[in-house]
């Protein structure tokens, strides 16, 4: 398996996104996905749909933030993950190289005055029209349904909401509610690389030459309803929750441990690897 380097978290621990497959020294430079034409919900009509996991049934209308926002249903995208990890790493010697880090679902909602959106009602729940977190920090919002790029991005890797904070354990500072320590890459990942809003930008480094998902919930607006979550190619885009066009790369974190154990010299003909001694 081929990965990429997306940052180092606070613990020292490495954050890598899936790149694709092949037998080294054959393939420099993969840039495929783990999975394709996948939706990240089937339905779309309510906010609690833009979650990792939602509260209460698939087509039931939640009536609160509070239950929209309960860790308690699956994802269509998080079952077809979870499967995806438990297929290739679990009860395999490599599940101990990975680090139980937080996955950053930010469904936080900072209102109006931070999104500039003079229809954000601010209440997150059944379809009324709500901006989330990385909406406020990589653009601003008009009277109409459209959208502009911030002219001053602000990423973060610091979760707004305990609640948000997807861990398998909550000893490892998140919400225990992960079934496998397995995500996405957030938007402000994205963003701190130089993806931007609605900018196309090729050469950057997390542009793998097709859309593919994000964690990082975007918006959601009634009179189309429309819910989206940020997906990403050579910028940061609006992508539909029930849309099937997206692809995904799922991440996983390293033990900072483990670190030590790595040769090569991290360049494109010459990749960092587990030695192979260390695996045993």
Known sequence: MWWRIIRFNGDGSMRIQYDGS????????????????????AFQNDNKYVGWMFGGENDVASTSKEEAQRNETDSLIKTKVDEWY???FADTKYTRYIADRIFCNDRSIPGKKISQ???????????????????????????????????NPQPTFICPQDNDKFTVEMASGGNGALTYPVGLITADEISAAGGEYSEANRDFYLNKGN?????????Y???????????????????????RLA??????N???????????????DDPYYLIEDSLE
């Open 254 to 268: 390293i033990k900072a441990g483990y670190l030590n154990q790595f040769g090569g010299s991290g360049t494109i």
């Open 86 to 88: 438990k297929k290739n």
């Open 22 to 41: 092949g037998i080294a020294g054959t393939n420099s430079h993969i840039k495929d996905f783990a999975l394709m034409n996948q939706q990240w919900n």
């Open 221 to 243: 607006y009634e009179g189309a309803k429309i819910n989206t979550v940020y997906g990403v190619i050579s910028s940061l885009n609006d992508e539909f929750v029930a849309n």
């Open 117 to 151: 959106w003079s229809v954000d009602t601010g209440e997150g729940f059944a379809q009324k029209i709500t901006a989330y977190g990385n909406f406020g920090r990589s653009r601003t919002g008009n009277n109409d349904f459209y959208v502009r790029k911030r002219a």
């Open 211 to 219: 859309e593919y998902w994000s964690f990082s919930p975007n918006y």
């Open 247 to 252: 692809h995904v790369s799922p991440v996983i």
